[in-house]
């Protein structure tokens, strides 16, 4: 009896850290997917920026 209470025990305890990896995943696939968003987001500006830089500087030419 005692080895069925604790095959018992055993199996909610890994059952529960199951439970506990799998929402260890969701909150770290969420992270991961917003650091990936604000990446996509800084290399946009940078480059809008860099073209608005590029396109000022043409404007600013003076052929002679």
Request: hydrophobic share 35%; no cysteine.
């Amino acid at each position: 009896m005692d080895k069925d209470k604790k095959a018992s025990t055993d199996n909610e305890t890994i059952l529960m850290a199951l439970d506990q990896i799998s929402q260890t995943i969701d909150v770290m696939t969420s992270v991961v997917g917003r650091l990936r968003n604000h990446l996509q987001d800084q290399e946009t500006t940078r480059r809008s920026d860099s073209s608005s830089a590029v396109v000022a500087a043409e404007g600013s030419s003076t052929v002679h």
